[in-house]
């Protein structure tokens, strides 16, 4: 069985700092690009971050450009997301998934982990 699995949320104040997780099983992730999604209450899912099978490209939503890194270890089956100078706006329900942009339903996923910026 397929499972990714994250962790690192929790509450932070603005200009913080979070580092997300996604641990992988049943699945060799070196095999994929990977993604990070996330979804504020009461919206559509928004595209955070992908970084290519090898680390060598990876790609930002402007709105993180700056204060967020992607980064993963393919010996360690596990993708990263430091989120440094946090902002309210980035609440949301964080995601990672296989596959490059917003999750397709044949992409896996896990089942986020919460990230709430508040003062």
């Known amino acids: 069985e397929v499972q990714l699995v994250e962790s690192g949320g929790g509450l932070g104040q603005p200009g913080e700092s979070l580092t997300l997780s996604c641990v992988a099983s049943g699945v060799d992730l070196s095999g994929y690009r990977m993604t990070w999604v996330r979804q504020a209450p009461g919206k559509e899912p928004e595209w955070v971050s992908s970084i290519t099978r090898t680390s060598v490209g990876t790609t930002y939503t402007d709105s993180v450009k700056g204060r967020f890194t992607i980064s993963r270890d393919n010996a360690k089956n596990t993708l990263y997301l430091q989120m440094n100078h946090l902002k309210p706006e980035d609440t949301g329900v964080y995601f990672c998934?296989?596959?490059?942009?917003?999750?397709?339903?044949?992409?896996?996923r896990g089942q986020g982990t919460q990230v709430t910026v508040s003062s």
């Open positions: 998934a296989t596959g490059w942009g917003l999750p397709s339903v044949a992409d896996y």
